[in-house]
């Protein structure tokens, strides 16, 4: 079974800096796309970035330029670089990956980032 461990959210100040990173299991398992979502209370669940297997991205227009997300597939983890952070950027952050075998979308439990004003 997959499994998702999230990690590096926090509080920041705006402008600051935090770098998230899943882990995804087992080892050895194969992923296809790789990304992050964004749910922040009361909205929906929104597209952050996302990473193929082949190292082509995707964001959302409201962190192109500030976010970098990146993936090491030997350790089947994925990173998400935020910079210049926002207090519009606080939400909770979830991880999610797909299946290279059953194309199935498997998700984490969630990171919380708050980003002060």
């Known amino acids: 079974q997959v499994h998702l461990v999230e990690s590096g959210g926090g509080l920041v100040q705006a402008g600051g800096s935090l770098r998230l990173s899943c882990a995804a299991s087992?080892?050895?398992?194969?992923?296809?796309?790789m990304g992050w979502y964004r749910q922040a209370p009361g909205k929906q669940r929104d597209l952050v970035a996302t990473?193929?297997?082949?190292?082509?991205?995707n964001y959302a227009d409201s962190v192109t330029g500030r976010f970098i997300i990146s993936r090491d597939n030997a350790k089947n983890t994925v990173y998400l670089q935020m910079n210049t952070l926002k207090p519009e950027d606080t939400a909770v952050y979830y991880c999610?990956?797909?299946?290279?075998?059953?194309?199935?979308?498997?998700w984490g439990q969630g990171t919380q980032v708050t980003v002060s004003s």
């Open positions: 999610t990956v797909e299946s290279y075998y059953s194309k199935k979308n498997y």
């Open positions: 990473i193929t297997s082949g190292g082509s991205t």
């Open positions: 087992p080892s050895g398992f194969r992923f296809t796309t």
